[in-house]
T-cell receptor
């Protein structure tokens, strides 16, 4: 099956700094990638939808200037958490799909645990 | 907007028993429904899906039932094993590019 890889798996950063998380599709070209955030004991909340070569579409309540998403190539999307604060500590997960995929083919990365201290 | 809820936040079962995890949804226009399994510290893993024109679908040790009349679906796991311990999410598909809205999740704890 298709493989989606996230890097890093975990990161600890100081409050006020920025952190970049990468999401790569290893064996397919991902025309669309999704970014989710998951707080402890909660469900995955969709943050934004990222299409290659265009601006990301953010869900209501998600600050686009704080969570910068770049999908510059068909195999890579990045999420940058700018000026991170402790409340941004969460588990960030990406998923990817490709043009022509069936409706159920969304492939998830292994997630990135962000801790802001 | 879409809302998806689950009846039971946690479910404890004995190893070897059958497990039933329930999910209610609100969007009657959903074309398909997916169940995901998420182990601690990992991303969701696809288990099984069902199209809206089906009532039942079976996989290996899992069965999904869909009741569109009451907007409810369930995931049945036969002969539950310790490796089944995880959080299970249902996600109705609105159609197109796999934009998935996840339900609250049910934690399944399997005891020996």
């Amino acid at each position: 099956g298709a493989v989606v890889s996230q890097h890093p798996s975990w990161v600890i950063c100081k409050s006020g700094t920025s952190v970049k998380i990468e999401c790569r599709s290893l064996d397919f070209q991902a025309t669309t990638m999704f970014w989710y955030r998951q707080f402890p004991k909660q469900s995955l909340m969709l943050m934004a939808t990222s299409n290659e070569g265009s601006k990301a579409t953010y869900e209501q309540g998600v600050e686009k200037d704080k969570f910068l998403i770049n999908h510059a190539s068909l195999t890579l999307s990045t999420l940058t958490v700018t000026s991170a604060h402790p409340e941004d500590s969460s588990f960030y997960i990406c998923s990817a799909t490709f043009e022509g995929a069936t409706n159920t083919e969304a492939f998830f990365g292994q997630g990135t645990r962000l801790t802001v201290v | 907007g879409e809302s998806v809820g689950l009846h039971l936040p946690t479910l404890s079962v004995q190893e070897g028993d059958n497990s039933i995890i329930n999910c209610a949804y609100s969007n009657s226009a959903s074309d398909y429904f997916i169940w995901y399994k998420q182990e601690s510290g990992k991303g969701p893993q696809f288990i099984i899906d069902i199209r809206s024109n089906m009532d039942k679908r079976q996989g290996q040790r899992v069965t999904v039932l869909l009741n569109k009349t009451v907007k409810h679906l369930s995931l049945q796991i036969a002969a539950t094993q310790p490796g089944d311990s995880a959080v299970y999410f249902c996600a109705p598909g609105p159609g197109g590019y796999n934009k998935l809205i996840f339900g609250a999740g049910t934690r399944l704890a399997v005891h020996p």
